[in-house]
């Protein structure tokens, strides 16, 4: 069970697809994050539940605060959020 927003869900996945661009792939993400690879598609994919751990790790991973990442502050405005490319 999770105790954030679905607003706050669809703000931890964007980020990470825009990691997963800057990264080159989930492998590469997921190894930079000290995750399995499977379970870093799963979560962009809505497979894998979003917990607080994921959030520390995607806020780290972007040098960002967890406050941003919630927010949707990171990242920027315009990125795209189906392929996650910053413009």
Do not use: W
């Amino acid at each position: 069970m999770t105790h954030l927003t679905s607003e706050e869900q669809k703000n931890i996945r964007l980020a990470l697809r825009v990691l997963k661009t800057q990264f080159g792939s989930a492998s590469t993400l997921a190894r930079a994050m000290g995750l399995k690879r499977q379970r870093v598609s799963g979560f962009i994919s809505g497979k894998e539940p979003i917990n607080a751990e994921l959030l520390l790790r995607v806020a780290r991973t972007a040098h960002v605060g967890i406050d941003d990442v919630l927010a949707g502050k990171y990242p920027p405005a315009g990125t795209c959020p189906h392929c996650g490319r910053v413009p």
